[in-house]
């Protein structure tokens, strides 16, 4: 999160893949629902902190 704390990731989401949880006395950590993920980089693109990276697989492929 490179030591900010703001949703716009969440906000510029439109199929509102990015939930954050909240979390008592902590900062919400962003939570990608993979089925609602579209892989369009909005939010990537809208990070004023470049905290975002996409990473594409293969159909099929299994993260590591
Ligand atoms: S890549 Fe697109 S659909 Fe997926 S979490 Fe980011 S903004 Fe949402």
Do not use: H, W
Not at 13 to 29: H, M, P, Y
């Amino acid at each position: 999160m490179n030591g900010v704390v703001c949703r716009i990731c969440g906000d510029r989401c439109e199929t509102e893949a990015i939930r954050f949880r909240l979390k008592t006395g902590a900062v919400s950590i962003p939570e990608i629902d993979d089925a609602l993920c579209t892989g369009c980089g909005a939010c990537q693109f809208g990070c004023p902190v470049d905290a975002v990276t996409i990473r594409y697989q293969a159909a099929g492929a299994r993260a590591a």
